[in-house]
């Protein structure tokens, strides 16, 4: 097994942070820690090392041993830029500084989540049951998608009427040579994908949609038309489905205390927005999104026959 430890420049900025952490006392007794290595003055112990392969998963002795030995010459090169950074004060240059300061941050921040949810109790088995009954669309019922995407500039003034004709056509060739008649640009892109691999909003709708009708989904100057040419059912049982739905509800058992947590901790702070900032603190401040329609499936374009739109339509 061949291993690269790639060594990028965020990667630099926290072996500085590391570095920096525990470099300070030159003095300090390290004769009962293994070491891996040493490069001028600084040394690299071994459980630094066993850190960085179990990044890697899990690994059968031969290959953990083969990807140590990679993964420590390139520690070791990652050492000897970390000294020249040093030595040429880079760590002291203020963008280096904050990103170190931001690594930092995110590196506490998630170990205390981490920390919080590590006891998190495993979803039973009729969680799991319910979970399988209540998402046909993803097991008992779940289907291979071969879907046709439309991307439709749109105005104000013309939305109405690319959508009124889109529900007239007969299929879906029809509908592309009506829109070139315009001299409305389209892109249209073909992909197969199963139920797992699309996002979970419109699945469900999908699911109910059959082979050849359409939905839209209408964003800001855009409408975005996905057409179902095609399809087939791959059901999964669920004793298949089980290790699925077992790391996803154990993960929303995650996010939802990280969740409370968050909340109860902001409630005791102090929290200020100053200055331009000010707004961002109201309660209704909300993040700009883009106007969109409920997924729905409006317009049947004929039933499945193989078409495909035109390649390489602009």
Request: proline share 5%.
């Amino acid at each position: 097994m061949h291993t690269k430890h790639r060594i990028g420049l965020s990667t630099l900025a926290l072996a500085l942070t590391l570095g920096l952490a525990g470099c300070g006392d030159k003095n300090e007794d390290k004769a009962a820690t293994p070491l891996a290595a040493k490069v001028n003055n600084d040394a690299i112990s071994v459980q630094q090392l066993n850190h960085e392969v179990a990044k890697l998963g899990n690994l059968e002795p031969e290959q953990a041993r083969k990807a140590a030995n990679q993964v420590l010459k390139s520690m070791v090169d990652q050492q000897i830029l970390v000294q020249k950074a040093i030595e040429d004060k880079v760590d002291r240059d203020p963008q280096v500084v904050m990103s170190l300061e931001a690594a930092r941050r995110q590196i506490l921040a998630q170990a205390y989540l981490q920390k919080l949810t590590a006891d998190q109790a495993k979803p039973g088995d009729a969680e799991i049951a319910d979970y399988y009954a209540k998402h046909p669309e993803l097991f008992a019922e779940r289907r291979i998608y071969r879907l046709q995407e439309i991307n439709v500039p749109v105005t104000p003034a013309n939305v109405e009427a690319v959508k009124a004709r889109l529900s007239q056509s007969k299929n879906l060739n029809e509908f592309i040579e009506w829109l070139k008649g315009e001299n409305i640009p389209a892109r249209v892109g073909q992909s197969t994908k199963a139920a797992e691999q699309l996002p979970l909003e419109i699945l469900p709708r999908l699911h109910q949609m059959k082979d050849g009708q359409a939905m839209t989904l209408a964003t800001a100057g855009s409408l975005n038309i996905i057409v179902v040419a095609g399809s087939q059912t791959q059901s999964q049982s669920q004793e298949q489905a089980r290790p699925v739905i077992e790391r996803f509800l154990a993960n929303s058992k995650k996010r939802e205390a990280a969740e409370v947590e968050l909340k109860k901790l902001k409630e005791k702070a102090k929290i200020e927005y100053l200055g331009d900032y000010a707004d961002a603190g109201k309660a209704d401040a909300k993040p700009a999104q883009p106007e969109a329609s409920a997924p729905r499936p409006d317009a049947v374009i004929g039933e499945a026959s193989g078409e495909k739109g035109p390649a390489g339509l602009k």
